[in-house]
C-alpha cells in the first residue's frame, strides 16, 4: 500500500480560550499538542501533510503545511479535499491517506499498522463504541468526489456523512492506558486532563 498521511489542524479551536497560540501548539506536558501526532505518522506515512491555515506556525515540524482550498470554514472535510488535490498534483500519486486530527496526544503506537490492515474501502478508527471519522483511513477514489459534495446545496459537511456514501469499514481499538486514545484536547479542561495524565506524580 503506497500510504500517504495528513494531520487535520484547521479547526478554529473555538471551544478553547482566547489565545493567541493556536490549539495545536498549545503544550501538554512540555510538548505541542501536535507534537505528539506527528510522531505517530512520521517515518510510517510517506508524504506527511499538516492541513492548517498558513502562518499559524507549524512550519517548524518541518512538513508541507496545505491550507483549504475555500475561503470559508468548512471542517475537516475542506482538510481533506486539500490534501487529496495537494497529493493528486505529485506523482507517483498514493494510493491512500491516512488522517489524524491535530489535538489527539494519546493516538496508539499502532495506529498506522492497525488502520492499514484493510484497504479495500474507507476505515473509520473506533473506541469504547464511538467513531472518530478524522481519524481514518481513505483511499484517494473515495476523496475524488469531495469537492462536488461539498458544493451540494444543502450537503451535511460531516466527515461520516460522507464516508456513509463511500461505504466504510471499522477498526477497533481498545482502551488506552486509563485514557481513551482517541482522546480530543478542545477545552482548557482537556488540557489539564491530558497533562495530569502525562505528567509523573509529584515525589511524596
Not at 507534537?35 to 491555515?53: C, D, K, Q, T, W
Request: glycine content about 10%; hydrophobic content about 40%.
Amino acid at each position: 500500500m503506497t500510504l500517504a498521511g495528513a494531520i487535520l489542524a484547521g479547526g478554529a479551536g473555538s471551544r478553547m480560550q482566547p489565545s493567541s497560540v493556536p490549539k495545536p501548539l498549545l503544550e501538554i506536558a512540555g510538548r505541542p499538542l501536535l507534537a505528539y501526532v506527528v510522531e505517530r505518522l512520521e517515518g510510517r506515512v510517506h508524504p506527511l501533510l499538516i492541513n492548517s491555515p498558513p502562518h499559524e506556525g507549524f512550519e517548524r515540524f518541518g512538513l508541507h503545511v496545505v491550507p483549504d482550498l475555500r475561503l470559508e470554514r468548512l471542517g475537516p472535510l475542506a482538510g481533506m479535499e486539500a490534501a487529496h488535490a495537494h497529493l493528486s498534483t505529485g506523482y507517483p500519486q498514493p494510493g491512500h491517506i491516512l488522517f489524524a486530527p491535530a489535538d489527539t496526544p494519546f493516538l496508539p503506537d499502532d495506529f498506522v499498522s492497525r488502520m492499514t490492515r484493510s484497504s479495500g474501502c474507507v476505515r473509520i478508527a473506533r473506541s469504547g463504541g464511538r467513531l472518530h471519522p478524522t481519524a481514518s483511513l481513505w483511499p484517494m477514489d473515495a476523496l475524488s468526489g469531495l469537492g462536488a459534495y461539498l458544493e451540494t446545496p444543502g450537503c451535511r459537511r460531516s466527515v461520516l456523512d460522507y464516508a456513509h456514501l463511500q461505504g466504510f469499514d471499522v477498526e477497533d481499538f481498545p482502551a488506552g492506558h486509563g485514557i481513551d486514545p482517541f482522546f480530543n484536547v478542545n477545552r482548557p479542561a482537556d488540557l489539564d486532563i491530558a497533562n495530569a495524565h502525562l505528567m509523573p506524580p509529584p515525589a511524596q
